[in-house]
């Protein structure tokens, strides 16, 4: 079993700036890819940015060139860089991990979710 601990949430301006992170922990998996997500009030999960393992990165084109995905492995956390917050960037962010066990499984893990607020 792998869990999620995300960090970094909170409330900034809009032109702010935020990093989230992301832990993963447990035993017996080896992380095929990292990402997030976000979640507004009232609106379906989406996409926002995806670290495979020595793969390019994805991002959704509403944070194209403000946000960036990064990844320390030593560590299995991934980060997400924000830049120039505006307020429709608030919302509760998700990470996830896409793991495989030992014995070949691959298996989808989300965080918790922790809450960006973005004031104008």
């Known amino acids: 079993q792998v869990q999620l601990a995300e960090s970094g949430g909170g409330l900034v301006q809009a032109g702010g700036s935020l990093r989230l992170s992301c832990a993963a922990s447990g035993s017996g998996f080896s992380i095929v890819d990292m990402g997030w997500h976000r979640q507004a009030p009232g609106k379906q999960r989406d996409f926002i940015a995806l670290l495979p393992n020595g793969g390019s990165t994805y991002y959704a084109d509403s944070v194209k060139g403000r946000f960036t995905i990064s990844r320390d492995d030593a560590k299995n956390t991934v980060f997400l860089h924000m830049n120039n917050l505006k307020p429709e960037d608030t919302a509760v962010y998700y990470c996830?991990?896409?793991?495989?066990?030992?014995?070949?499984?691959?298996?989808?893990?989300w965080g918790q979710g922790t809450q960006v607020t973005v004031s104008s």
């Open positions: 996830y991990a896409r793991c495989r066990s030992y014995s070949g499984e691959l298996n989808l893990y």
